[in-house]
């Protein structure tokens, strides 16, 4: 028998974070009549210091308990640390659509003239198989240069707290990927962190103009569209507003109110 999905069926925007924002962002414009929740671990933040086996674990028990609660018509892992490790697990043990976000190598293998991009990461994203067995179906014929950027994480949420970004932290993170070898021919940087789109202007502005940044975000709500085609949205923005979910303090979390409501939620819950 076919499943109903009801019009006021919500999406499901999960990160560790704030970084499913820059998700969000471009699912607003492809599904502007779509209801969301945007759900953030802060309390597991950052999971690109965490083991394989943490990483799964979090995201596997929190989307399980949160698709109970929420009952979403679909899941989009807007993390590429989770996505990358955890992917295949949560659609083993969930009967909705879920879908993830992986380093855009193939939009990058395609723009670049060099033939050497950087890829910048969690160091937990950068180490995954599936990043291997993407830089070997797409960019077998190109360099690849991964580095680790944690240090751009903090900045990120710090930003859409209304905190200002030392530009030095964000040199400071990116410095090791300008140092390898090669790194002077670079044309192309694919941004494999949600937080990191956050930090577009910041990170031009190291990189520099010639460099083009790349991201998974506008693929990603085209594939949510694809997925859901056919399908009725309701938003009732009185009677029911779109919400945020934290597991980790809501006072963390009201710092975010004016960014939240720019994507178009209004109310700030504890899971
Ligand atoms: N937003 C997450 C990602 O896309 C990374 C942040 C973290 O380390 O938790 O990988």
Known sequence: MATI????????????????????????????DAPVIFAADQAGLPYGAKSEAEVAARVCGLLGRMAER???????????TASTIALGMVRDV???????????????????KTGVIGLLGTEATIRQAYVDNLEREFASDKLLLRHAAPGLVD????????????PSDVEAAVAGLLAKPEADKIDTVVLACTHFPLLRDELAAV??????????AAGIARRIVSLTQGQDFERSERSQPDFAV?????????????ELRRYGIEEIRAF
């Open 94 to 112: 969930l009967e909705i659509p879920i879908v993830g976000t992986v380093p855009a190598i193939k939009p990058a293998a395609a723009l670049t």
């Open 246 to 258: 934290t597991t980790g303090a809501i006072e963390d979390f009201d710092a975010l109110q004016s």
């Open 70 to 80: 929420y009952r979403p018509r679909l899941i989009c892992i807007a993390c590429n």
């Open 155 to 166: 900045p990120a949420e710090a930003k859409l707290r209304g905190q200002p970004v030392n």
């Open 207 to 216: 990189l520099g103009p010639e460099v083009a940044l790349v991201d998974g």
């Open 5 to 32: 999905t009801e019009a006021s069926s919500p999406i499901l925007v999960f990160d560790s974070g704030v970084g499913g924002l820059s998700v969000l962002a471009e699912l607003r414009t492809a599904l502007p």
